[in-house]
């Protein structure tokens, strides 16, 4: 008897003598098997590199994408944060504007406060000078490599970590 490992289910996969006919005479027959299963086997694994091949193609591209969606992320906080900055700036020297309009209204009170007010202002203007940044040009910020779970949501069921990586439930 001779037996072949695996097969489908629709495929002859033993072969034994019978009353009708020996062994030796259906040997044609088992190396044709083995022929055919040999190309077979060549076919699905060139198919599976073709697949690996493709599935790194299309990860590559989504994680490009998503390091550009992350890198537009970190553009949008660094804006929101010198915003922010600029409006406290903003605040501040509005106080800073009242400070010296009532300073103005000071002659005649007392010296030691006035004199102490006055170095309050002129330190309060300096600082807000160094929270504005407005006075000096913004450069566009420069965005740092993206770590993994920020990449996550972008990828759209793709792992960070590499195409062959588990990607979820219905990742495409």
Known sequence: MIEL?????????????????????ILGAVLREVETRAVEDA??????????IEREVRWRAAMEKAKDLAAQEQYAEALGAQADQW?????????????ERRLEEAAGEDEVAVASAHRWSAWARQYVQSLNSLTRLTAMPTAREPKPKELAP??????????EAHRGWGAR
């Open 154 to 163: 972008y990828l759209n069921g793709w792992s960070p970590h590499g195409p």
């Open 5 to 25: 490992g695996y097969s489908q289910a629709s495929r002859q996969s033993r072969w034994a003598d019978r009353k009708r006919c020996a062994l030796e005479d």
């Open 43 to 52: 076919q699905r694994q060139a198919d599976e590199e073709r697949a690996k």
């Open 87 to 99: 409006q406290e700036a903003a605040n501040l020297s509005a106080y800073c504007n009242a400070l």
